[in-house]
């Protein structure tokens, strides 16, 4: 989880990532930040993130963002 609270307070210094839960809701992170998160995520954590994940519910939090990703690792 520290490795992905590190990727997204590099895109976002002042969010709070470990509390917040509407990260596209309010549209805190946008369609650019999505696509440098999947790139960053894919090079960190060795997964690959398909069109179907690509949801906001995946995306709304740190918590669900990483949910995925060990969803993801489980499956390879």
Same mark, same amino acid.
């Given at each position: 989880m520290e490795e992905l609270l590190e990727i997204l307070t590099d895109l976002h @210094? $002042?969010?709070?990532? $470990? +509390?917040? #839960?509407? !990260?596209i809701d309010d549209k805190i992170l946008d369609s650019f930040d999505i696509v440098s998160l999947i790139s960053e995520i894919c090079d960190q954590f060795d997964? +690959?993130? /398909?069109? #179907?994940? %690509? %949801? @906001?519910? *995946?995306? *709304? /939090? =740190?918590?669900? !963002?990483? =949910? !995925? %990703?060990?969803? !993801? #690792?489980? #499956?390879e």
């Open positions: @210094p $002042e969010v709070d990532f $470990e +509390t917040c #839960e509407t !990260l997964v +690959t993130i /398909s069109a #179907e994940h %690509i %949801i @906001p519910k *995946n995306f *709304n /939090s =740190a918590k669900a !963002l990483y =949910a !995925l %990703i060990q969803k !993801l #690792e489980d #499956e």
